[in-house]
C-alpha cells in the first residue's frame, strides 16, 4: 500500500569533510517544509534561507475535482504578495487565470480552446485591460505543431515549431525569440524511446550544445556528455533495479570530479537523504554537504 506524505521537512547541512557525520557539521539550516492533502497535492509551502528564516510561503487551495483555483504567494525578503486565481473547464483545462498584486491590481490570463479542447490561443491582459501578450497554438494530430507569441502591437516576438516521431517523441524543436535568437534542436532515441543524442545549433549552423547518452554495460544507470561553449562536461548516472537514482558524478574535460551525489531511500521509497560534494575551483577546494527528508505521513 502506498504511503502518502502528510508532512516533509528538509534540512540542508554543511561539513569539512566527506564523512558527513555530525562531528564535522559547520552549518545546518531548515530548506523548506511542505503540507500535503491526502491526494498528494501541495497546501503549505515554506522556502527557508540558510540562516533558516522564511523566505516564501505558498498556501493552495484546490476545488472538488483537484484542480488549483488559488494560489497566495507571500515573499518576506521583498515584503510583497501575490494571489492566482485560476478558473477551468469541465476538462480541467485553464480557462482564466488572474495574478493579483499586493496593491490589488491584476493581471489576466484567458485561455480558448476548439471544439476538440485543444487550446488555440492564450490572451494576457495588462493591470489596464489592455492586451499584452497573444499565444497562438497550432495543433497536427493531437500535438502542438507551432506557438507564436506576439505582443500587444501584434509583432511576433517568441515562435516555436516541433516535429515528433511515429512515437510522440520530439524530433526537432525550433526556437525563435527577439531576445534570444535562433536555434535548432534535434533529438535521437533508441528503440525504447530513451533519449540518446541531441545537438542545438544556431542560425550559422554552429552547435551551441551537444549531449550524448549512453547506457552503462552492466545496465546499471548512463553515462552523458555535455559540450557547450562552457567546456564539456562527463556524467555517470547509476540506479537501482526500480530505476531510482542512487548516485551521480559529473566531471571536467580534464577528468577532475566536479560535484557528486548519493541518494538514500526509506523502505517505503521515499528519499531520505542527500550526501552530496562541489568542488570549488576558485578556492580549489570541494565543499560537503547532505540534504535530510523528514516525513509525517497519513494513517492507512
Known amino acids: 500500500m502506498e504511503t502518502k506524505i502528510k508532512l516533509q521537512t528538509v534540512y540542508q547541512s554543511y561539513y569539512v569533510d566527506d564523512t558527513h557525520q555530525d562531528t564535522s557539521m559547520t552549518q545546518r539550516?531548515?530548506?523548506?517544509e511542505t503540507e500535503y492533502d491526502a491526494s498528494g497535492k501541495?497546501?503549505?509551502?515554506?522556502?527557508?534561507?540558510?540562516?533558516?528564516?522564511?523566505?516564501?510561503k505558498t498556501l493552495n487551495t484546490y476545488d472538488?475535482?483537484?484542480?488549483?483555483?488559488?494560489?497566495?504567494?507571500?515573499?518576506?525578503?521583498?515584503?510583497?504578495?501575490?494571489?492566482?486565481?485560476?478558473?477551468?473547464?469541465?476538462?480541467?483545462?485553464?480557462?482564466?487565470?488572474?495574478?493579483?498584486?499586493?496593491?490589488?491590481?491584476?493581471?489576466?490570463?484567458?485561455?480558448?480552446?476548439?471544439?476538440?479542447?485543444?487550446?488555440?490561443?492564450?490572451?494576457?491582459?495588462?493591470?489596464?485591460?489592455?492586451?499584452?501578450?497573444?499565444?497562438?497554438?497550432i495543433h497536427v494530430e493531437n500535438k502542438i505543431q507551432k506557438?507564436?507569441?506576439?505582443?500587444?502591437?501584434?509583432?511576433?516576438?517568441?515562435?516555436?515549431?516541433?516535429?515528433?516521431?511515429?512515437?510522440g517523441n520530439v524530433i526537432l524543436h525550433i526556437h525563435s525569440s527577439i531576445e534570444e535568437g535562433y536555434s535548432r534542436t534535434e533529438h535521437q532515441y533508441n528503440e525504447s524511446g530513451k533519449r540518446i543524442f541531441s545537438v542545438s545549433t544556431d542560425e550559422d549552423g554552429d552547435v551551441i550544445e551537444k549531449t550524448k547518452i549512453e547506457e552503462l554495460e552492466d545496465g546499471s544507470g548512463i553515462s552523458m556528455t555535455e559540450e557547450s561553449s562552457a567546456g564539456i562536461a562527463y556524467y555517470k548516472i547509476s540506479n537501482d533495479e526500480t530505476?531510482?537514482?542512487?548516485q551521480q558524478e559529473e566531471y571536467n574535460e580534464d577528468n577532475t570530479l566536479i560535484s557528486s551525489i548519493q541518494r538514500q531511500y526509506l523502505p517505503n521509497g521515499h528519499i531520505s537523504r542527500?550526501?552530496?560534494?562541489?568542488?570549488?575551483?576558485?578556492?580549489?577546494?570541494?565543499?560537503?554537504?547532505?540534504?535530510?527528508?523528514?516525513y509525517d505521513f497519513f494513517e492507512n
Not at 243 to 246: D, E, F, T
Open 29 to 32: 539550516h531548515k530548506r523548506s
Open 64 to 137: 472538488k475535482s483537484g484542480n488549483l483555483i488559488r494560489s497566495e504567494v507571500y515573499d518576506f525578503v521583498e515584503d510583497v504578495s501575490e494571489v492566482f486565481e485560476t478558473e477551468w473547464n469541465e476538462k480541467g483545462q485553464k480557462l482564466t487565470e488572474k495574478k493579483i498584486y499586493t496593491d490589488g491590481s491584476f493581471d489576466l490570463s484567458r485561455w480558448e480552446y476548439d471544439t476538440h479542447f485543444f487550446s488555440i490561443k492564450k490572451t494576457t491582459y495588462d493591470p489596464d485591460n489592455e492586451i499584452e501578450q497573444i499565444v497562438s497554438f
Open 147 to 167: 506557438e507564436i507569441t506576439k505582443d500587444s502591437d501584434g509583432e511576433i516576438i517568441l515562435e516555436d515549431e516541433y516535429e515528433y516521431d511515429i512515437h
Open 42 to 56: 501541495i497546501v503549505t509551502d515554506i522556502q527557508y534561507d540558510q540562516n533558516g528564516l522564511a523566505e516564501t
Open 274 to 294: 542527500t550526501l552530496g560534494m562541489m568542488y570549488r575551483p576558485e578556492y580549489d577546494t570541494e565543499q560537503y554537504y547532505s540534504i535530510d527528508y523528514k
Open 243 to 246: 530505476g531510482r537514482m542512487l
